[in-house]
């Protein structure tokens, strides 16, 4: 379940700091939430699909760390991803 290229390269876009961001924590959110969102609708219909559910807690940890980061060091742009992903904290 990998997102396709030019999925990724919008989802880059759109939430990068400056031109050549790719691995800032607002960017890699993005992603994380994109792919926590296709491994959820995937398990909805495949419900015995055991590493693909362990995929995704892997990913739910990893956003978690990453929104935790974002918390205490930048509390500001952790308000903003909070907002545009719709998540809830």
Known sequence: ??????????????SQTHEKDTGS???????????I???TKHLQDHKKD?????????KVAHRRKLLNYLKMNKPTQYQEVLEVHGLKR
């Open 25 to 35: 924590p607002q960017v890699q959110i993005a992603i994380l939430t994109t792919e």
């Open 50 to 58: 055991h590493s693909a559910r362990r995929g995704l807690l892997g």
């Open 37 to 39: 969102e296709m491994l």
């Open 1 to 14: 379940m990998a997102l396709k290229r030019t999925k990724k390269k919008k989802l880059i876009q759109k």
